[in-house]
């Protein structure tokens, strides 16, 4: 006679073990997701990689500048004025290139903020993948990986710099930029120029590929300005370096940049400071930014400021740039240091 237990039947067992099962199953899962989840958030990028990718999206961008040019289907559109009132443009060259450059990085690091001076989603077809190949001309030079988390990290791409000089076929000053920030510093920067195929890149304590002149004139330096402002410019030129300065108009804060250091595809005006004293968008300095960066060189505000390349797209500060030169002694030799009443 059975006591007073409780009699189990074949099937109760069956059906407690599998819950049992269930229950363990489920907890087990939950555990190794959560592992797998910590794991991603600790991945890193490599800061080398991200120059050789970056060198590649520029490449491509410009691919696609050169294409839409010579093909003369540039499609021009106005995209509005400027706060100083200069008329905006944009063409299919931008747009091709923006869309090329930003699948390329956003296809290989997914997580990864990527700021463009255009906002297009329509997608490439045919656009291969990155091959995640360091080339050798960047191996022999960067030694070794850097590894940094990519939350610290803002890309800055300009897909065209100088459109309004494209749309007018002065070639020599249209480039392609990508910037690498690292929490706001300026570490990576490519200027790519696609009617020429030459790219400077350079990586802050990583190397480079293009070199600073061999002398500047620090005492009456020449300085490269904006086409489009050097009217305005002048008189805070000539009441910083005196009268008899010479100034340069050029197209495009990449080309600006290259104009202070040692590029081998062309010539170029042999500038010693580059000043620009209205609003300027970031994706159009970071990567010149980080070229001079790299090489000792300054890129701040009129005051002298670092630029940071996290959160906001517009740099109100103005610009000064120089390299092997005492740019604090620069920044103090600007008339007042307010470049709004030379606007
Ligand atoms: C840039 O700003 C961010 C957010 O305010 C800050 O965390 C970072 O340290 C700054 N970077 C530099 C280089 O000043
Ligand atoms: C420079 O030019 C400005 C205006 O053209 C004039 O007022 C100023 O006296 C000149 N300065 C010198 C040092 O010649």
Redesign the pocket.
């Known amino acids: 006679m059975a006591p007073m237990g409780i009699r189990l039947s074949p099937l109760g067992v069956a059906v407690f073990c599998l819950l049992g099962v269930g229950i363990i199953y489920h907890l087990y899962s939950g555990v190794l997701s959560g592992r797998i989840a910590a794991f991603r958030q600790r991945e890193t990028v490599d800061l080398r990689e991200l120059l050789a990718l970056s060198v590649e999206a520029a490449v491509l961008g410009g691919r696609e500048v050169k294409r839409v040019r010579e093909d003369n289907a540039l499609e021009e559109k106005s995209k509005g004025e400027t706060k100083e009132g200069a008329k905006e443009k944009l063409t299919l060259g931008d747009l091709s290139s923006h869309r090329n450059m930003y699948q390329l990085i956003k296809t290989a690091f997914p997580s990864l903020q990527v700021n463009s001076e255009e906002h297009d989603n329509t997608r490439v077809e045919d656009l291969p993948a990155w091959d995640r190949r360091i080339p050798e001309e960047i191996a022999q030079v960067v030694g070794r990986s850097q590894e940094v988390l990519p939350e610290s990290i803002t890309v800055w791409i300009d897909p065209l710099d100088a459109t309004q000089e494209y749309t007018e076929n002065l070639r020599k000053y249209v480039t392609t930029m990508v910037c690498v920030?690292v929490?706001?510093?300026p570490v990576i920067g490519v200027i790519h120029k696609p009617f020429t195929g030459y790219t400077a890149w350079a990586m802050v304590d990583g190397g480079s590929n293009v070199k600073p002149r061999d002398s500047y004139n620090e005492k009456s330096p020449r300085v490269i300005v904006s086409r489009s402002h050097a009217g305005k410019v002048k008189g805070f030129v000539e009441a910083a370096f005196g009268n008899n300065t010479v100034i340069f108009p050029a197209g495009g804060a990449g080309y600006k940049v290259l104009a202070l250091l040692n590029p081998t595809d062309e010539k170029y005006e042999e500038a010693d400071v580059y000043l620009h004293i209205t609003y300027v968008k970031k994706w159009d300095i970071c990567a010149g930014n980080a070229i001079l960066r790299a090489l000792g060189g300054h890129m701040t505000t009129l005051k002298g400021e670092?630029i940071?390349?996290?959160?906001s797209e517009a740099n109100n500060g103005g610009l000064l740039a120089s390299i092997h030169m005492d740019h604090k002694a620069l920044v103090l030799r600007l008339p007042a240091r307010d470049a709004e009443k030379h606007r």
Do not use: L
């Not at 940071?308 to 959160?311: E, F, I, L, V």
């Open positions: 920030a929490n706001g510093a670092e940071n390349y996290t959160g």
